[in-house]
C-alpha cells in the first residue's frame, strides 16, 4: 500500500459539555494538535448535537425542522434555477423582434446558452462545495445568478444578452450540482434521503413548466418585464438561502478548529480537512478532476449520464417542438402555447406519489425480510423500469395525435405520462448514484449534471430541422425509438449493479470508511476502560480523545 497522508479527526462524544483539549502527536517531524474534548458528565436533557466523526461533524443529527428548512431552500433554489433556464422560451418572438434576429438558430441560444453554463459550473461548484462546504458555494453563486438575471432584463444588445444568460446558467448550476450532496449530508437513512430526492426532482420539472406560461403571458408587456419577474422572484429566494445552515461535516470541523484556536490562542489545532493538500495542483488533479474520473472510470455513473442526457434533451428539446404543435397546427398564441407544458408539471407531481407509494411497498417488503428487498439495486431502480416505457409511450402520443382533425386536448395529455416517466427516470437513477457514493454524491450529480447539460444545449438546436424533415409524427416517433433503446439501463442495473459497485474505486473507499466507522462504534461501545491524559494526568474516556486516521485520496 502507497504511503497516504495522516489524517486528524475529532471522534463522536455523546451530548457533553465540552472544554477545549489538544493532543500532540508527531506527524512529518512536526508536533501539532488534534482536535479534541476534556468531557464533563452533563445530567441536564438536552438534544443531541452533532459531533466529530471520520468524515467531520455529523449534520444527520440536525433538529428535524432545520433539516426542513435545509430541504425547502435547497428545493427553493433549483426552482430558480430551473425557471431561468426556460424562461425566454415564450419571449422569442418579442426578443426577435426588438434585438432585429432574423435566424432561427440563434433563437435557440438563450436556452442553449444558459445550459452551457449547466456544463461549466457543476465541474468547478460540486468538488468546491466538497472542499469548502455546502452553504458558501450557493451563497455566492446564487448572488451572481441573481445579478445576471437583471442583467438580462436591461441587455442593451443581442450578443450582451447572450452573455448574460450564458453566465447565469453557470452559476445557476452550482444548485443543480451541489443540492443533492446537501441531502445526502442531512440524511443518512436511504427512505428519508430518497424522499427528499423525490420533492427535489420534482421541483427541476416545475421551474420548466411554469417558465413558458409566465414568459408568454409576460413579455405581451415587454420582453424585459419576463426578466424583471425572474429577478425579484430570485432576491426573495436569496435571503432564505443566507439563513441556511452549513451541512457538510468536515467544513463545520473545520470552523470549530479555527474557533478553538481563536480561544485558546493555539495555532496547531486543525480539523482533519485542514490537514489535505492545498493547492493549485491538488485542486485540478484531485478536486476538479473528480467529476471526470467518476464519469469516466464509473460504470454507474456513466450509463446514469447517458440515459438521464437523452431524456433531459428530449424535455428542453419540446421548447422547440410544442411552439410548431401549437402555435403551428393549433394556432395559440405565445402565452396559451406555454399552458401544455403544465400537463408534464402534472405529471411530475404525480409521480411523486408513485415513489411514495414504493417506498411503502419497500418498507412492508423489508419487515417481512422479503430477499429482494436486501438487494440494494431493488430500492430505487424499479421505478425507472416503470418510468421508461410510460416515456416512450408519451413520445408516440404526442407525435401521432399532433393533427388538426384531433382535439388539442388529446396532445396536450400526452404530457403527463411524460412527466410522469420523465421524473421516474430521474428518481430513480439520481437517487440510486446518491446511495451507491454518498459523501461523493456532489461529484457524482455533477457529472451526470454537465453531461445531460451538453445534450439539452445541442439537442434543441437541431429541433425545428429535424420535426420540419420529419414531420410532427416521425420526428418524434424518432426520440421515442432511442429512449426504447436506453430503457435496459435500469434493467441491467439490477441484474448487474451489485458487482459493479464491488469493482468501484468509489464504493471500495466508502465501505472501507462505514467498516471503520462500524469498528469504532463496538469499541466504544465495550470500553469500559478510562486512558489518563497524557497533559493534566485526567481520566479520559478511551475512544473520546483525538486519533489518528489514514486518509485516501479519492
Known sequence: MRNVPIALRAPYVPPTTFYPRQQKITLNSQTI??????????????????IGSRTGILPQILPKGRKIFVLAVGIVAVVNSTLGSSLPSGAVHYLAEYFQVKSQAQLVLPISLFLVGYVLGPVVFAPLSESYGRRWVMVITFVFFTIFTMACAVAPTWPAFLVFRLLGGITASSAIAVVGGLFADIYDDPITRGRAMAFFMAATTCGPALAPSISGFISVLTWRWTFWAGFIIAVASLVFLCFMPETYGPAILKRKAQRMRRETGNPNIFAPIELEKKGARQMITITLTRPIRMLLFEAIVLFSCLYLSIAYAIFYLFFEAYPLIFEGIYRFNTGTAGLPFL??????FLSTGIFMYWDSVLIRAKKTNA????????????LACIGGPLYVISLFWLGWTANPNIHWMVPILSGIPFGIGFMLIFMALLNYITDAYEIFAASAMAATSTCRSIFG??????????????GIAWASSLLGFLSLGMCIIPF??????????????????????????????????GSDISAPDEETGSKLPLGQGCEETTKAEV
Open 33 to 50: 494538535a488534534a482536535v479534541g474534548y476534556r468531557v464533563a458528565p452533563d445530567v441536564s436533557p438536552r438534544p443531541k448535537r452533532a
Open 343 to 348: 400537463a408534464i408539471g402534472v405529471g411530475a
Open 371 to 382: 430477499v429482494w428487498s436486501q438487494k440494494e439495486e431493488y430500492r430505487r431502480l424499479p
Open 457 to 470: 444545449a445541442v439537442l434543441p438546436i437541431a429541433a425545428r430541422p429535424m420535426y420540419q424533415s420529419l
Open 492 to 525: 441491467a442495473f439490477i441484474k448487474y449493479g451489485d458487482r459493479i459497485r464491488a469493482n468501484s474505486k468509489f464504493c471500495q473507499e466508502l465501505r472501507e470508511k462505514k467498516r471503520l466507522l462500524e469498528e469504532e462504534k463496538k469499541e466504544r461501545e
